[in-house]
């Protein structure tokens, strides 16, 4: 049983020069585990029209959902729906449905829905609109493609209106065990074990703690009944 | 005059599975920044050897610099060197130098040099050491491929070796301006002040405080005098 699979592309120059830390990758990425989809791939690229549309053809192409963060506001380095129109090999206008929600919103709030704002409201030909509760301008699903806003209050809500439409697989199941001993003495026995198990998926992740070394051995896997055999094998092993 | 470029490659299952909030890429944005380095793409893929293998070729191509993070310690899913030999043809073993550093320091720490630390110590051919102050075990740079260490603390150390050897152009140089009004306000000026500046880079961040809409416009540049043009400029349409 395959689970789906999915990439994200995070598309902003602020990520790139450092300026801001990505909250959205590590949001995302619990969120669809949880699904049962799994995130195969990331890609971050600037506000650049060939590299957006590159990116966006070639993850649409290998799985079977793209999720991107970042670009459709009202600014001129907002170019995101038009990539996403051109990698479609679709058009793009304002259209009616979002125009109507953001006319209306800006009325409620005395402010003028000018041009700037209308960009918001252009959405490629033959889109879904993904509900916004947070600042209302929506976010879309073209094809494959599920198109979000990059600022995280928004992007984690446009998650939340999005995700219960998906169908998801098995979420996968993951247990750990902490272990006080450097990972070059744990790397033997711990592959002897991720060999007895294929179906899980094993990982030791390092730390220091005081000068002292240790790993959390992480197991995931899908079968509730493997993983907790696994894991009685695991800690025999290392604190038996 | 173009500055080199650069992509990193993140490597782990553990920032896919939403496990771990990666810390490498907002440090590496950074650094690289203020060496003038352009990073111009980023991707993260799974502890998978076809995956890693692919994006070293592609990216590997495509610009100056790779910087990848994550894989290269004793365990059985390290499997990054592996796959650096592969992408670039050559073969891979356990190389003296690196065998000499590692053996030292465990015999000073009365640890065993055992088959798994050896794993460590597995250079592909013609690579060059990555010095490694905090836990020894070094990194590689291999044709333009410069790879390093997952654990934050041993990646910011091995960047911190790397980036004086390497060639910089001139620091991208930044400066930023606070408008407390709605980016859909600020859109239009906005977009006829980048079009004035050709050289310059103009980002709007949006942020809400205490429900307050506003932007931070950044606008990024190599000449430190036309940046402060552009910047009383930029006073004189928001603040003026």
Redesign the interface.
């Given at each position: 049983m395959n689970n789906p699979t999915a990439a994200m592309l995070?598309i902003g120059?602020?990520?790139?020069?450092?300026?801001?830390?990505?909250a959205n990758?590590?949001?995302?990425?619990?969120?669809?585990?949880s699904a049962g989809i799994d995130?195969?791939?990331?890609?971050?690229?600037?506000?650049d029209a060939p590299?957006i549309v590159a990116a966006v053809k070639a993850l649409s192409a290998t799985y079977t959902h793209v999720f991107t963060s970042g670009g459709i506001?009202?600014?001129?380095?907002d170019i995101t729906a038009d990539c996403i129109a051109e990698a479609f090999g679709v058009s793009i206008d304002v259209r009616a449905d979002a125009a109507g929600l953001l006319s209306a919103h800006?009325a409620s709030s005395g402010?003028?829905f000018?041009?700037?704002?209308q960009?918001?409201a252009r959405i490629p030909d033959g889109a879904m609109l993904i509900d916004n509760p947070v600042?209302v301008a929506p976010g879309f699903t073209m094809g494959n493609v599920h198109v979000m806003a990059g600022?995280p209050?928004v992007f984690t809500a446009m998650v939340a209106s999005l995700l219960p439409t998906l169908t998801g697989g098995a979420p996968?199941l993951?247990r750990s065990l902490r272990v006080e001993r450097?990972?070059?003495?744990?790397?033997?026995p711990?592959?002897d074990f991720?060999?007895r198990y294929p179906t899980l998926?094993?990982?030791?992740?390092?730390?220091?703690d005081n000068g002292m070394y240790g790993?959390n051995l992480?197991v995931?896997g899908q079968d509730a009944g493997t993983l907790d055999e696994a894991m009685v094998d695991l800690g025999a092993i290392f604190h038996g």
């Open positions: 995070v120059d602020e990520i790139l020069s450092g300026r801001t830390r990505d990758m590590y949001h995302l990425a619990g969120q669809l585990t995130l195969k791939e990331v890609r971050v690229v600037s506000d590299a506001g009202p600014t001129h380095d800006y402010k003028e000018n041009a700037a704002r960009r918001m600042s600022v209050s996968l993951s450097g990972e070059g003495d744990i790397a033997g711990l592959g991720a060999a998926s094993v990982g030791s992740y390092p730390f220091q790993a992480v995931r």
